[in-house]
Each structure stands twice: as C-alpha cells, then as structure tokens.
C-alpha cells in the first residue's frame, strides 16, 4: 500500500507556474493600478486573499464537524483536509498584512468608515462606529485569525502524534474524548467568527450603510461547498496517483452529496437575502442590490446563481455522476470558479464599481491556487496518508453508502 506520498515533479512544475502567474499579476497591477486606480488593485487582493483563507478553513471546520458526529467514513481520506488546513496559517499571515494596509493606510475607497470624517458626516456610519473602527477591526482580526490558527495546527499535531499510540480501548477513549474537546472549542469559535462577525467587518463593511443578518451564513455556505469541492479534487488526485487505498466510490459519493446538499443550501441563503430585503423595499438595504440586480453587474449577478445552483443540480443529481472520478473533477472546478466568482462580485461593486473583465482578480486567484497546491502537497509528505491508530478506521474501510 502506498501511504507515504512522494510530490510528483509535474505537481510540483504546476504550482510554481500558477504562483508565478500570480506573482507576475501583482507586479503588473502594481504599475497599471495606481494613483486613483489603485482601488482594483487593493478590491482584488482583499477578494482572493479572504476567500481561499475560507475554503482552506472549510477543510478545519470539515475535521472537527465529523469529530464531533463521530463520523467515521471520512477517517480513510482524514489527512487530505488536515494537509489543507495547514495552508491556513500561511493564508492567514496574507489577509492580515493586506487589511492592515487598508485599515491603517485609510483605504476609505475600500472601507468607508476608515476616515473619520466621513463618519462625523454619516449618522449611519456614526451609529456603527462602536464596532467599524480601526480599534475594533485589529483586535477582532488578531484574535479570529489566532484562534484560527490555533486550533487548525492543534488538530493537525494532535492526529500525527497519534499514529503512535496504541491500540488499547482506553487509548482510543482517550484519543476520542481529546479530539471532541478541541474540536468542540475550534467550533464555538468558527460559529462566533465566520458564523457571525468576520464576514461582517472584513466583507459586509465594504457596503457599510447595508446590513444582512444572513450574510455570514451566506458567506459560510459559499466558502463551505467550495471547501468540500476542494477537498474532493484532493482525494480524486491522490486515488488516481495509486494512494488513498481504502477510498472508494462510497466515499466520493458522500462528499458529492455534501457538495449537492450544500450548493442548495447556498441558493436558498442566496434567495432569502434578496427576497428579504426586496420585500421590505428600505433604502439602507436594497443599496446593495441596486448595482447587483438592476445596475452593470446584473449577469454577472444570475451568472452566479447558474454556475452555483443550477449547474451543481443538474450534475449532482445522478448517483452515477457523484461516483464518477472524471465528473466530480469537473463539478468541484465549477463550484470553486463559481464562488470565487460570487465574492468578486460581493467585493468589486462596492469598491471598483465598474464591471470589467476580472484578468487581474482572476491572475491573483490562480496565484493563490498554486499556493494552495505546494503547501498542500508538501503537508502530504509529512505523515502517512491513513490515520493507523484511530479506531474508527475500520468503520471507514467497510464504509458504504
């Protein structure tokens, strides 16, 4: 069985081109977008940096959720989201260093509330103030991303270490009861941060006179499918390499039908929003979806919807298809394109403005994948592919669906 992963030269080729297009991409933004122009270059490093830090900690928030359903269908494939996850310090030091500079260098084309008077002009922004101010943001910001990464290198520690442990039933009570604790604790905190106030101050204040009590959960449901997407082209590439043994069929089909379940999650998230806001007819709320639905960004606004909810149900759908290597490949591309695509438009409106065509987000994006790609691939080759010791590895091998 092979259980130690080797980076193929190929992996390794793919993700320094991407990174160097992504590299060659900020250079080139950084002499075409300056002076007044300067806004697209900020809008498109705060788009891509704080979603591939989400779909990363997607993969966190995936060990601990199973942890604590003491699922154990996912232990065969456990170590492909812990390799994920450990993108999310490095993700994580990114995001900081760009919304400090925004903050602090009062970038108030990208966050209003950063100058001051704007604020003693705004009663609005005014009333917000207890919470949008560069105090607050820094504190709150520290704080999430610590914890974040906290927990996300505890877990990962935690399951190496185990590989040495016995096989005694007191070990595996002990190893269980110490998971569902810090898995426990990663979740208070993921459900207080991303459930609730990070989007709200790195994302919805971008729109700062607008507010959704749902936004969160949207912004959760986007990053979440996109994280098990992401997950899935992990697992497909290392089966289709020779590893991950006891993966199955069974298995994709279970991260197919989560990608299913909650791409319909997302649309009724995506639904609510609007027809909320659309129903009470406020100027404070519909603002938002003034330049989305009725402005310039109105097809890139269904777009979304087409590449995220209809695309996903028609193909996920059929058994056959979530069983299908080539297929979830395919679909998990879609998805993850499709939600980059929705925090493009979630940013840009409220920043750049105009639509115009993304080479220079979607530069940094791919930029971001490659980075994604080699600190992934590096994590594999530190700890066996399969969790030896835990005793929920059996369940996972005989697991079907």
């Known amino acids: 069985m092979k259980d130690q992963f080797v980076v193929p030269a190929r992996l390794k080729k793919t993700s320094f081109v991407l990174m160097g297009v992504g590299l060659l991409t900020l250079l080139i933004g950084l002499v075409a977008f300056r002076g007044e122009h300067s806004t697209r270059f900020w809008a498109g490093l705060l788009q891509n940096s704080s979603f591939f830090l989400l779909i990363t900690l997607a993969s966190t928030f995936f060990i601990a959720a199973t942890t604590l359903a003491h699922g154990g269908w996912q232990i065969a494939f456990r170590r492909v989201p812990e390799a994920i996850s450990m993108a999310v310090p490095v993700l994580a030091a990114i995001l900081f260093i760009v919304v400090m500079i925004l903050v602090f260098g009062g970038r108030d ?6 100058n001051p008077h704007h604020v003693a002009e705004d009663k609005i ?4 103030s207890a919470f949008l101010n560069k105090g607050f943001f820094t504190i709150a910001t520290i704080l999430t991303l610590g914890l974040w990464v ?46 609730s106030t990070t ?5 919805m204040s971008i729109d700062a006179h607008w507010f959704s009590t749902m ?28 590893y991950l043994t006891f993966v199955t069929e069974e298995h994709l089909h279970d991260l197919g039908k989560f990608m299913f379940a909650f791409s319909i999650f997302w649309t009724y998230l995506w639904f609510s929003q609007y027809m909320l806001i659309w129903y009470a007819n406020m100027p404070e709320e519909t603002e938002y979806f003034q330049p989305r639905v009725w402005g ?53 409106p409220g920043t750049v403005k105009d639509l115009v065509f993304p080479w220079f987000e979607f530069g940094l994006g791919l930029g971001f994948v490659g980075l994604i790609i080699f600190l992934v691939a590096n994590q594999l080759t530190k700890a066996a592919l399969v969790p030896k010791n835990h005793p929920y590895l059996k369940e996972s091998i005989v697991h079907h669906t």
């Open 296 to 348: 310039q960004w109105r097809p890139i606004f269904f777009l979304n919807l087409l590449i995220n909810f209809v695309t996903p149900l028609l193909f996920l759908m059929k058994r056959d298809t979530k069983r299908n290597y080539t297929a979830v490949v395919f679909i998990a591309i879609v998805i993850i394109f499709g939600h980059w695509l929705d925090f493009w438009q979630m940013v840009s």
């Open 125 to 128: 922004l005014t009333w917000k």
């Open 199 to 203: 989007p709200w101050i790195w994302l």
């Open 215 to 242: 936004y969160s959960w949207y912004t959760f449901a986007s990053t979440w499918v996109s994280g098990l997407a992401l997950i899935s082209l992990f697992v497909v590439y290392l089966k289709k390499h020779g």
């Open 109 to 114: 084309d990208i966050y209003h509330w950063v």
């Open 150 to 195: 906290f927990f996300t290198v505890r877990l990962r520690k935690m399951s190496i270490e185990e590989d040495g442990w016995d096989l005694r039933p007191e070990t595996g009570r002990k190893l269980l009861w110490r998971n569902t604790v810090v898995c426990g604790a990663f979740l208070v905190v993921f459900t207080l941060s991303v459930g």
